[in-house]
C-alpha cells in the first residue's frame, strides 16, 4: 500500500471523510481549549460527568424526533444544563462538594438515557447514542461542530484573563469583587456545548476522550498557558487523524479508534514527556549531580 493510499485517498476519494475530517478539527479546535481550563480548574472529572448527563435530554430528544440533529443537540443542552446547575444547587446548599454532587446526578442521567432508549429504541439506537459515528456526520452536524468551536475561541478570548484567572485563584476573585462566579458559569455552559457537539460525532460515553485526554497530554509536555493550548490541540489532531485512517482501513469503529489513538499518545506521554517518568528521573538526576 503506497503513502497516497494510505493517507490522501480515503480524504481525496471519500465525501464523508472529508466531512469527518472536518468535524475533527472543529472539535479538536472548541474541545481542547475547554479541557485544558479544566484540568487548570482540577474539574477534569467534571467533563466526564456532563458528557453522560447529557444522554437524557438527547434520549428524550430521540424519542420525539428520531435522530434529527435539532432535537438530539436541543435535548443534550438541556440536560446538560440542567444537570449542571442541580450540581452547583446541591453542593452549595448541602455538604457536598461539586465533583461528589456531579458524579450522583451524572450516574442518575446515564442511568435515565439508557432506560428510556431501550424502552422506545432498539439496541442499535443505544448504540449509536453511547458511542456516535464520526463518519456518519453531515452537512447541518458539521455547521454546529464550527458554530460551537466559534463561540468558544471567541469567548476565551474576550474573557481571557478573567478564566484563568478564575481557573488558577478563584478565591481572589470572590476577595476583589471579580464576579467569577461568571467565569465559572461560562466554561460549564461551553463545556456542554463543546460536549454536545462531540456526542453527535462520537456518542455520550466517547465525547469527552476528545475534551480530556489531548488536555492530559498538553499538561505532561507543556509549561505555559500557550504551550497547554497548542500542545492540546495538536494532540486532538493527531489523534483524530491517525484515528480515522486506522477505522477506514480496519474497519473499527471511529470514535473509540480516535480516542484509542488519543490513549496511546497519553501513554507514551506518561514516559517520555519532560514532566513523564523519563523527564523527571532525568530532573532529580541532575539535581543529584
Not at 503513502?3 to 480524504?11: K, R
Not at 453542593?91 to 435515565?112: C, H, K, P
Not at 424502552?119 to 447514542?129: A, E, P, Q, T
Not at 463561540?151 to 478564575?166: D, H, K, M, P
Amino acid at each position: 500500500m503506497t503513502l497516497h493510499e494510505m493517507f490522501l485517498a480515503p480524504v481525496t476519494d471519500y465525501a464523508f471523510m472529508r466531512r469527518a475530517l472536518a468535524g475533527c478539527v472543529a472539535l479538536a479546535t472548541g474541545c481542547a481549549p475547554m479541557g485544558v481550563m479544566l484540568v487548570l480548574r482540577r474539574m477534569s472529572l467534571m467533563g466526564d460527568a456532563l458528557s453522560h448527563a447529557v444522554l437524557p435530554g438527547a434520549a428524550i430528544g430521540f424519542i420525539f424526533g428520531g435522530f434529527a440533529l435539532p432535537w438530539l443537540a436541543g435535548g443534550g443542552i438541556v440536560a446538560g444544563l440542567l444537570v449542571a446547575l442541580l450540581a452547583g444547587l446541591a453542593s452549595r446548599f448541602t455538604s457536598l462538594n461539586e465533583d461528589a454532587s456531579f458524579a450522583g446526578f451524572y450516574l442518575v442521567s446515564l442511568a435515565i438515557g439508557v432506560v428510556l432508549v431501550s424502552r422506545y429504541g432498539s439496541n442499535v439506537d443505544l448504540i449509536h447514542l453511547l458511542f456516535g459515528s464520526v463518519l456518519a456526520i453531515d452537512n447541518a452536524a458539521l455547521y454546529m461542530l464550527a458554530t460551537i468551536a466559534t463561540l468558544t475561541l471567541l469567548w476565551l478570548a474576550i474573557n481571557y484573563r478573567g478564566v484563568i484567572l478564575e481557573c488558577v485563584d478563584p478565591g481572589y476573585l470572590a476577595v476583589t469583587g471579580g464576579r467569577g462566579s461568571r467565569y465559572h458559569l461560562g466554561l460549564l455552559v461551553l463545556t456542554v456545548l463543546n460536549l454536545v457537539a462531540g456526542f453527535q460525532a462520537m456518542g455520550t460515553l466517547m465525547a469527552v476522550g476528545m475534551m480530556m485526554l489531548p488536555a492530559t497530554i498538553a499538561r505532561l509536555w507543556a509549561d505555559t498557558l500557550a504551550g497547554l493550548l497548542w500542545s492540546a490541540w495538536v494532540a486532538g489532531l493527531v489523534a483524530s487523524v491517525v484515528g480515522l485512517l486506522l477505522s477506514y482501513h480496519l474497519n473499527l469503529p471511529s470514535g473509540p479508534a480516535i480516542v484509542l489513538v488519543a490513549g496511546v499518545l497519553y501513554l507514551l506521554s506518561l514516559w517520555l514527556a519532560p514532566h513523564g517518568w523519563l523527564g523527571r528521573r532525568a530532573s532529580k538526576t541532575h539535581l543529584q549531580h
